[in-house]
T-cell receptor, first 108, second 114 residues
């Protein structure tokens, strides 16, 4: 079957750095995506990794290790507006499999 | 229209009724997707279409059907709604399926089946 795991909830302080982990076991892998979803809204794209290593995009970075079935999303200089759910998703070519999401609360 | 739209925004439906959720995109994307999102379960793929004229089953296709007569529209039909289909439904699209192709999501339809 398909299995993607993420921590359910995380809490961090404004200005800090937080790392959200994602482990996956899927039949087929074409890339790993991260999305942000604020409460009551649609998910929006943050980053993707196809090859091993770190991809940096401003305050957000994402890392992938295909051999370990592991990815993380790193958020730096946290802001209150970063309070949201973060979803990792595996692309298998024709479709996507999403993890359950990690709800991040940023405290002042 | 700008991006991807869904209708209705929300709906309350009696069990056993037929319902079609509409999804339209004006980005000329080839691939489109339907997801349901339930608390604690994340987004689960119902059906997808890699190009107009083709469709495929996702993780939870039972009780749902789709069609892709043209590039822009991808309606999702519940032939006979049941309470377990109460959920938030998101339509999404991407230029192509596969890597390097982020998905753009519509605003969602909140469906309650009583």
């Amino acid at each position: 079957g398909q299995n993607i795991d993420q921590p359910t909830e995380m809490t961090a302080t404004e200005g800090a750095i937080v790392q959200i982990n994602c482990t996956y076991q899927t039949s087929g892998f074409n890339g790993l995506f991260w999305y942000q979803q604020h409460a009551g809204e649609a998910p929006t794209f943050l980053s993707y990794n196809v090859l091993d290593g770190l991809e940096e995009k401003g305050r957000f970075s994402s890392f992938l290790s295909r051999s370990k079935g592991y990815s993380y999303l790193l958020l730096k200089e946290l802001q209150m507006k970063d309070s949201a759910s973060y979803l990792c998703a595996v692309s298998r070519g024709g479709d996507f499999v999403f993890g359950p999401g990690t709800r991040l609360s940023v405290l002042p | 229209i700008a991006g991807i739209t869904q209708a209705p925004t929300s709906q309350i439906l009696a069990a056993g009724r037929r319902m079609t959720l509409r999804c339209t995109q004006d980005m000329r994307h080839n691939a489109m997707y339907w997801y349901r999102q339930d608390l604690g379960l994340g987004l689960r793929l119902i059906h997808y279409s890699n190009t107009a004229g083709t469709t495929g089953k996702g993780e939870v296709p039972d009780g749902y059907s789709v069609s892709r007569a043209n590039t822009d529209d991808f309606p999702l039909t519940l032939a006979s709604a049941v309470p377990s289909q109460t959920s938030v439904y998101f339509c999404a699209s991407s230029v192509f399926s596969g890597p390097y192709n982020e998905q753009f999501f519509g605003p969602g339809t909140r469906l309650t089946v009583l």
